[in-house]
């Protein structure tokens, strides 16, 4: 990769990689929790995949350079119940 490709190349805040951005597939999923940052959400996400609980964490929009936005953790409709009894229990 050239030096100006690397320069223009836009920087990955910390775990965006796990985060879904404007994707509409996800607008029938229920929300669970809200975040201010990718990382506590990611967290969280990692939780609900160790049980089994199809998840993910999603945004309108690109999180900051520090990877803080409005970050949501969903889950698929008649998941909610089964995701936040055991999302209670940690808390």
Same mark, same amino acid.
């Given at each position: 990769?050239?030096?100006?490709?690397?320069?223009?190349?836009?920087?990955?805040?910390?775990? *965006?990689?796990?985060?879904?951005?404007?994707?509409?597939?996800?607008?029938?999923?229920?929300?669970?929790?809200?975040?201010?940052?990718?990382?506590?959400?990611?967290?969280?996400?990692?939780?609900? *995949?160790?049980?089994?609980?199809?998840?993910?964490?999603?945004?309108?929009? *690109?999180?900051?350079?520090?990877?803080?936005?409005?970050?949501?953790?969903?889950?698929?409709?008649?998941?909610?119940?089964?995701?936040?009894?055991?999302?209670?229990?940690?808390?």
């Amino acid at each position: 990769m050239s030096w100006l490709a690397r320069i223009r190349r836009r920087p990955e805040t910390a775990g *965006s990689a796990d985060l879904v951005v404007g994707d509409p597939r996800y607008d029938d999923w229920e929300v669970v929790r809200e975040f201010e940052d990718v990382e506590t959400g990611r967290a969280w996400l990692q939780h609900l *995949s160790e049980v089994g609980v199809p998840a993910a964490l999603t945004s309108d929009h *690109s999180p900051d350079r520090f990877g803080r936005g409005e970050i949501w953790l969903q889950v698929p409709a008649g998941r909610w119940s089964e995701a936040e009894e055991f999302l209670s229990e940690l808390e």
